[in-house]
């Protein structure tokens, strides 16, 4: 079920309003609408080339959309002058700037400022010192990028961006050239660091795992267009369709039938979920959120194919309805003597059914 639409206007702070971006001919934006409340945390998650850093750069002001409107706190953003907009950057490859030291760098977007709004050397120095703190890079201030790692020149980039006190934060896969174990340091330590700063973010992955584990909500884009937008627990409870299920972890699927509040898969025949459309339709679920049975039980019949412990869970790869799947179950639920050859039967726990296409 769609969770009910957001439109108490007075709890947004950005307000995007069917933004439409071709290049030349192609469309990369279709008419995207979408909002983030102040302070939220937003991802943008899309398979490359969705129109994600399109977007991103709209809001920079990098880029000029063909139709549509952006508003933040209740002002036309896009007739802003881009420095007046006030928005902080950071992209994945880091665009730091090799002959500045980090405390140079971090300053750069304050010293450039004319020289009315400058604020003194010393209050630039205490605030590059405490953006340090911060990012928690203490006593590397004299340091230049090339004595830096990569997880260190992006924790300086993002202090840079922070640095003229942006009222939105604007992050382009920050994390995407790094590995995996500091990705995932990195990103417990930007959801802190947000939450101190208090200021509305807008983070871009194509990584379904960061933004769920990072965002307050997730904006799902396909092809340019916006798929759904929620929680990530309510986009893992309810994908809006066969794209959203797929894109956020491993899906098994088959076809299937749903009539008078029947679903029939196979041989097999149980309630239809709630909100399941008449008719054919493809029926999806979770490789780990299976039972199984014994062969003269209710479920799905399925050949074991191969079995592999992997500690505490065991692999199943199993023949269903022709198609081969590959399921997960802790070892207590796996079916006894599991091995080659097996006849067992699958129940898919939590089915989610969407209607067949065509
Ligand atoms: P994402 O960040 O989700 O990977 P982008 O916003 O970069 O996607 O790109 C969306 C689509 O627009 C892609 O198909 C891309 O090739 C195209 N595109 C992006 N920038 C340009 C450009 N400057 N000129 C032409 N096509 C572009
Ligand atoms: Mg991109």
């Known amino acids: 079920m769609q969770p009910a639409a957001d439109t108490n206007p007075s709890r947004h702070s950005l307000e995007i309003r069917g933004i439409s971006k071709a290049y030349g001919r192609f469309p990369a934006l279709k008419n995207v609408s979408l909002q983030a409340r102040d302070k939220e945390f937003l991802a943008l998650l899309g398979p490359s080339g969705s129109g994600k850093t399109t977007l991103l750069r709209v809001l ?17 953003f896009l007739a802003l002058p881009v420095r007046r907009r006030r928005v902080g950057m950071v992209f994945q490859h880091y665009a730091l700037f090799r002959h500045m030291t980090v405390a140079q760098n971090i300053a ?7 020289r009315a709004e400058r604020p003194a050397k010393s209050e630039i120095a205490d605030r590059v010192q405490h953006l340090l703190s911060l990012v928690q890079l203490e006593g ?23 640095a003229i006190e942006p009222r939105m934060l604007l992050l382009d896969e920050p994390f995407g050239a790094l590995d995996a174990q500091v990705r995932r340091d990195l990103r417990r330590w ?83 979920p709630k909100d399941a459309p008449q008719g054919p339709v493809e029926v999806f679920f979770r490789p780990d959120e299976v039972a199984f049975a014994p062969i003269d039980g209710a479920g799905l019949a399925a050949e074991v194919r191969g079995a592999a412990a992997r500690g505490p869970k065991v692999r199943i790869d199993c023949i269903i309805e022709g198609r081969t799947m590959e399921l997960e179950a802790h070892s207590r639920d796996a079916p006894p003597g599991v091995a080659p050859g097996l006849a067992v039967r699958i129940k898919p726990l939590r089915p989610r059914v969407y209607a067949a296409e065509g």
């Open 60 to 76: 920079a002001g990098l880029e000029t959309p063909d139709e549509g409107e952006v508003r933040f706190d209740d002002e036309d």
């Open 108 to 114: 750069f977007g304050l010293n450039v400022r004319p």
């Open 140 to 162: 590397l201030d004299k340091r230049f990028p090339a004595q830096l790692s990569g997880g260190q020149r992006q924790r300086v980039a993002l202090a840079r961006a922070l």
């Open 190 to 272: 930007l959801r802190e660091l947000h939450d101190r700063a208090g200021v509305t973010t807008v983070f871009v992955t194509h990584d379904q795992e960061e933004a769920l584990d990072l965002a307050d909500r997730v904006a799902i884009l396909k092809d340019g267009e916006l798929v759904q937008l929620g929680a990530p627990n309510e986009l893992y409870e309810a994908p809006a369709n066969p794209f959203v299920y797929d894109f956020l972890g491993a899906a098994c699927r088959l076809p299937g039938v749903v009539e008078d509040g029947r679903l029939r898969v196979a041989d097999w025949e149980t309630a239809a």
